[in-house]
């Protein structure tokens, strides 16, 4: 099954070899805490993917097709930490509001 997202990097020639979940908003504070949570090898895979990108934006160069990710390869490594934090927030706020 294809995300969104790959299907408009397809339409749009998208070539920048960044995973679907690196157009999550970063601003909320739930995904930076979440980006917190992250593992070191996943941490270091995503500052890759992200030098990467804008390599090839700074030098105006897709990436070449032989190095974009594979749709099996977008796996969604951001997701449950955000779930686990929304649902730690919840959960604070439940505890809150107990008299």
């Known amino acids: 099954m294809m995300t969104?997202?790959?299907?408009l990097c397809l339409v749009r020639g998208c070539s920048t070899c960044l995973d679907w979940i690196h157009v999550e908003v970063e601003e909320s504070p739930e995904v930076q805490r979440a980006i917190?949570?992250?593992?070191?090898?996943?941490?270091?895979?995503?500052?890759?993917?992200?030098?990467?990108?804008?390599?090839?934006?700074?030098h105006h160069k897709p990436l070449p097709k032989e190095q974009w990710s594979k749709p099996e390869?977008?796996?969604?490594?951001?997701?449950?930490?955000?779930?686990?934090?929304?649902?730690?927030?919840?959960?604070?706020?439940?505890?809150?509001?107990?008299?």
């Open 4 to 7: 969104c997202v790959r299907v």
């Open 36 to 58: 917190g949570r992250l593992t070191p090898r996943e941490t270091y895979d995503r500052s890759y993917r992200f030098k990467i990108a804008s390599n090839c934006d700074l």
């Open 73 to 99: 390869d977008d796996k969604r490594y951001l997701q449950p930490h955000i779930l686990n934090v929304l649902k730690e927030e919840e959960e604070r706020l439940t505890w809150d509001t107990i008299d």
